[in-house]
């Protein structure tokens, strides 16, 4: 197990490398830092000196790959390479354009991204599969079907609306709830209660429909038939057999977007003004502020990765079959 | 020298590659015409009323977008010729009365609904409204200066007091329109009987009948009800659009039902150009990994994982946001702003794809990967049939049910993804009409007092039922061709 787990953390190393000149290729060679300064002060605006005194703000002066002018090792670290893609690995993400670090930035909106995010994630976990096993309890009846044909209904509603919708009814008609804002503490609940429940809404009917999938597959098998006829009840069959069993195809869905959690929901914190990494990120996105991006995506893939280890670690836990070598 | 043409054609690079995938999918209804199990799975598609009655409405909107795909710019008027002279276009001929054609790229679509792009207000106002939906300071015929609802210029105006004569009005051509409607659906129900007549044994009256009753092997009914439906709608619309506002007006009072109309353009090049551009990539690098394995497996196995690795939004919003640099630095590369839009527009196509190929090149390296120990396979290379023959004549079309389904299922979520992705402000150009620009701008009107509901449920309306559609459509045809679901 442990040497599995070394493999797998020593595989991930070159898929970050290529994360990281993926990245880089997109922000310094596709365009230069020239046409970023250009684009960012405004074509009309950006004089030589203006370009000039952007680029050095940065750290976009230097050389991209070999200093010729630097001595020893400095040779190759005082270079943009160096500085903007390398020290990534370090976790060093530098500044962005309002001068504050980076990486503090991304340590404080952790919190109310989790805050928002592992709610939703745990409910519509438990609602979509509850709801699922519901259907599929009641397969081939009027209920399944319109239970269906609701869900693909709300698959096919954009989230923009269930947000726009839900904001529009709870905080604004009935008044409710603080249509958007964060408090810390305990004080956050009113304000996470409405976004929490609108992710829920606009998530279900697909994973549902999803969920209900794997049961039937799971309870067309022959180890189902075999339990029903050695006289248990439906609901034993549903709940000890087939949901056991789906939890492999539910699992590879389900882990890897765990540490994903982190990385909050960037339409829900925007609408709803939580200060956590998904608004960030849109805030970054607007303000084209490439050093937060390109800090949002390698942390992203970091996380992406922790999520496919994490994987293959539950399916040793669920099914004692696999053995991790 | 003969007369200046009145229009000059454009062709944009999304109408081009529409056109191209319109020409694809009718040498692939020639080609499921000849193969009959290909023939098979399609019947089976056409046996579900969900499916016909999906693809009834998506073919709608088929006709729609590629109406809007038909670009020119119109001829100028001699007399802004003139004026224009001075600035040479590369297009004036060396008279002095030369054709000088706008900047402006229209669209059939924009030409068969002139009234409604032409007919603009100053700002909000209602369905069938008659007044702005803003107080303005209004002068009197008697000089005096009073705050009030103004009268728009366009909507209900042939009307002399339309708070009385509304509702007559609206009932009377609502009526006409329904006429219209059931004429043209007569005409259609008698095309599409004699099509399934012909050939058959029976009378035209009984098969007439059966289509109705709904015992036909192909789900005609669920078509012909489908049909009533939108022609109803736009038998209706065709009828009040010139003269009311029939879905209101945006802020800068465009109509709103032309802005809907324009946006399911973006939607379908979006939903089905990204699936185009990806999917050569996707099936030529799925099958090479599954057949060849070893080094050719490992390489396509790192680029997708490293591009899985990012999380979507992120890769899309940096490539976007790099693309956006690459388009504003080069000016030059455009001629109209539509070309620039264009270009935009592709871009996020392409981008959506790179994002996007890795899933179906996962499903189709599975898939390979079984098929290359079948027995047939391995025939084919004891009789030393090169790979490239094997790979083209006995893998891809095996494998041609994965990118069918992958096709229609991308579909509705691509389309959902250019809202989002238009909102958070790396979708298409702000000038593009689409569906995500559409709500971004109405996004802020229902906390206005009093609330403007009318753009958001447009929009809402229209893409819930492209969307629905393209679901339901998707569904039926992986039913149909997913040989674990038979």
């Known amino acids: 197990m442990l040497a599995y787990l070394v493999r797998r953390v020593l595989y991930a190393i070159p898929i970050l490398i290529g994360v990281n000149l993926l990245t880089f290729v997109l922000f310094f060679v596709v365009n230069s830092p020239d046409d970023m300064a250009r684009m960012h002060i405004g074509v009309k605006r950006a004089t030589p000196e203006a370009i000039e005194r952007w680029k050095a703000d940065r750290g976009y002066d230097k050389p991209m790959f070999v200093n010729a002018d630097a001595q020893g090792r400095a040779r190759f670290t005082d270079t943009i390479f160096f500085d903007k893609s390398l020290r990534m690995f370090a976790l060093e993400f530098g500044r962005a354009d309002d001068g504050r670090d980076i990486g503090q930035e991304i340590r404080d909106r952790m919190g109310p991204s989790l805050a928002i995010a592992l709610p939703t ?22 209920l399944d079907f319109w239970g269906v044909v609701m869900c693909v209904a709300m698959m096919s509603i954009s989230s923009l609306f269930y947000i726009i919708g ?48 794997i049961f039937l597959e799971e309870i067309s098998k022959d180890y189902v038939r075999t339990a029903r006829a050695k006289g248990l009840s439906e609901l034993a069959v549903l709940f000890r057999h087939v949901l056991r069993n789906a939890l492999i195809p539910i699992l590879t869905g389900v882990v ?46 970091v996380l992406y990765i922790i999520g496919l280890i994490l994987t293959d670690i539950s399916y040793t836990l669920v099914d004692p079959r696999v053995r991790l070598e | 020298m003969s007369a200046p043409m009145s229009f000059q054609p454009v062709l944009l690079w999304t109408d081009l590659l529409l056109f191209v995938l319109l020409g694809a999918a009718l040498l692939a209804v020639l080609h499921v015409r000849g193969n009959e199990p290909l023939r098979a799975a399609w019947r089976k598609v056409g046996k579900r009323p969900a499916g016909m009655a999906a693809a009834t409405v998506l073919l709608a909107f088929v006709v729609v977008g590629v109406l809007d795909s038909l670009h020119y710019r119109p001829l100028l008027p001699a007399v802004e010729a003139v004026a224009l002279e001075a600035g040479d276009t590369p297009e004036a001929a060396p008279v002095p009365s030369a054709a000088v054609y706008s900047t402006e790229v229209l669209s059939v679509l924009d030409a068969l609904l002139e009234p409604l792009r032409a007919q603009t207000e100053k700002t909000y106002s209602a369905p069938f409204a008659a007044q702005l939906y803003q107080r ?133 090049v979006i939903g089905t150009i990204t699936t185009l551009v990806m999917m050569p990539f996707a099936v030529a690098l799925g099958i090479a990994a599954g057949y060849l394995g070893g080094w050719v497996d490992d390489a396509v196995q790192y680029v997708y994982t490293v591009l899985n690795a990012i999380p979507g939004v992120l890769l899309i919003a940096a490539a976007v946001l790099m693309m956006q640099v690459v388009i504003d630095t080069h000016p030059q590369w455009f001629d109209t702003a539509a070309e620039r839009s264009d270009a935009r527009l592709l871009a996020l196509c392409f981008i959506l794809g790179i994002t996007s190929w890795t899933g179906l090149a996962r499903l189709l390296r599975g898939e390979t990967l079984k098929l290359r120990e079948l027995e047939y396979v391995q025939a084919a290379r004891a009789f030393g049939v090169r790979t490239p023959a094997i790979l083209r004549r006995h893998i891809l079309p095996n494998v041609m049910h994965i990118v069918l389904i992958a096709l229609v299922m991308d579909f509705s979520g691509l389309v959902l993804a250019e809202a989002v992705l238009s909102y958070v402000g790396i979708g298409v150009d702000p000038t593009t009409i689409s569906f995500g620009t559409m709500i971004n701008m109405a996004r802020a009107e229902l906390a206005r007092e009093p609330m403007v509901w009318w753009s958001l449920a447009a929009a809402f309306v229209f893409m819930f039922v492209l969307v629905l559609a393209a679901n339901l459509f998707a569904d039926v045809v992986r039913d149909a061709f997913d040989p674990r679901r038979s």
Not at chain 2, 203 to 225: I, K
Not at chain 2, 233 to 242: N, Q, S, Y
Not at chain 2, 254 to 265: A, C, E, F, P, T
């Open chain 2, 136 to 268: 303005e300071a209004m002068e009197l015929p008697d000089g005096r200066q009073v705050r009030g609802y103004p009268r728009l210029v366009h909507g209900a105006a042939h009307l002399h007091d339309p708070a009385g004569e509304r509702a007559g009005d609206v009932a009377a051509r609502v009526a006409s329109g329904i006429g219209q409607a059931v004429l043209a659906w007569l005409l259609f129900f008698a095309v599409f009987a004699t099509l399934a007549w012909h050939g058959s044994s029976l009378a035209w009256g009984q098969v007439a009948a059966a289509m109705l009753a709904g015992r036909t092997v192909l789900a005609w009914r669920a078509v012909l009800v489908t049909l009533a439906i939108i022609l109803l709608i736009v038998g209706v619309c065709l009828e009040l659009a010139p003269l009311y506002h029939v879905l209101g007006t945006d802020k800068v009072g465009q109509d709103v039902l032309y802005l809907s109309l324009k946006s399911v353009r973006t939607a379908l």
């Open chain 1, 256 to 301: 890897v977007v765990i540490p994903m959690l982190f990385m909050g929901s960037l339409l829900v914190e925007s609408f709803f003004a939580i200060p956590g990494l998904g608004s960030y990120t849109i805030d970054a996105i607007n303000a084209q502020d490439f050093a937060v991006v390109r800090a949002m995506v390698f942390i992203g893939s």
């Open chain 1, 121 to 142: 994630f745990v409910l519509s976990l438990f609602a979509s599969i509850s709801l699922a096993l519901l259907l599929v309890f009641f397969r081939a009846t009027y």
């Open chain 1, 166 to 213: 839900g904001q529009w009814l709870v905080s604004k008609l009935w008044a409710l709830v603080p249509i958007s804002g964060y408090a810390p503490g305990l004080d956050a609940a009113r304000f996470l209660m409405l976004p929490v429940l609108i992710s829920v809404l606009a998530g279900i009917g697909s994973s549902v429909r999803w969920y209900r999938t």
